[in-house]
């Protein structure tokens, strides 16, 4: 399978415990985003990567949050002291960037999800 | 920051009518107008995607239409069937803008009855 992983699909802890995702990109994606999306909603973003640098944070990134893709490849976001709000699915995506023509510099940038990793925090 | 709203929230249709979503949004900047579908347990998956510089764009039984004066724009699925069935998300985003994130609208939840 060469799609975007995740892992686990599936977590559940308790309230103040840290947990750990981790995300596989498709092979040679340069560009890695995590999202959270909880019942009913559409995936807000959390924060992005090009290789190993992040290069933008949402404001609902708060600083119990930390993300880091540290050669480039695959990316962790942990949650420490988790709280029940933090339960929800939380949804890798990585896009290739192509300039679409050099002279014009136009991009595509097309996000691949991954299955998402679910957290549910009691 | 932008604001995408998706209309409607739930749509049921007999298999093999037209199903149309429809999504307005707000920053001017946004170029790139993605479609997504998930189904129950799975990520969304890409099904559609059109930039500014198109009005429309078709893929077999999908097509997404672009009005960027009046910042809207459609999916519209013809001959459904009952694999369509599934939540459907459209997005926008200022592409060219160093901005990456995707905004998402709310989602419709299409029925396909058999």
């Known amino acids: 399978d060469t799609g975007v992983s995740q892992d686990p699909r599936h977590k559940i802890t308790k309230r103040g415990q840290n947990v750990t995702f981790r995300c596989d990109p498709i092979s040679e994606h340069n560009r890695l985003y995590w999202y959270r999306q909880t019942l009913g909603q559409g995936p807000e973003f959390l924060t992005y990567f090009q290789n190993e640098a992040q290069l933008e944070k949402s404001r609902l990134l708060s600083d119990r949050f930390s993300a880091e893709r540290p050669k480039g490849s695959f990316s962790t976001l942990e949650i420490q002291r988790t709280e029940q709000g933090d339960s929800a699915m939380y949804l890798c995506?990585?896009?290739?960037?192509?300039?679409?023509?050099?002279?014009?510099?136009?991009?595509?940038?097309?996000?691949?999800f991954g299955p998402g990793t679910r957290l549910t925090v009691l | 920051g932008e604001n995408v709203e998706q209309h409607p929230s739930t749509l049921s249709v007999q298999e093999g009518d037209s199903a149309v979503i429809k999504c307005t949004y707000s920053?001017?900047?946004?170029?790139?107008f993605p479609w997504y579908k998930q189904e129950l347990g799975k990520g969304p998956q890409l099904i559609i995607d059109i930039r500014s510089n198109v009005g429309e764009k078709k893929d077999q039984r999908i097509a997404v239409t672009l009005n960027k004066t009046a910042k809207h724009f459609s999916l519209h699925i013809t001959e459904t069937q009952p694999e369509d069935s599934a939540v459907y998300f459209c997005a926008a985003s200022p592409m060219d803008t160093g901005r990456r994130a995707l905004t998402f609208g709310s989602g419709t939840r299409l029925q396909v009855q058999p």
């Open positions: 920053d001017s900047a946004s170029n790139y």
């Open positions: 995506a990585s896009s290739l960037l192509n300039f679409i023509l050099e002279s014009d510099r136009r991009t595509t940038d097309t996000q691949y």
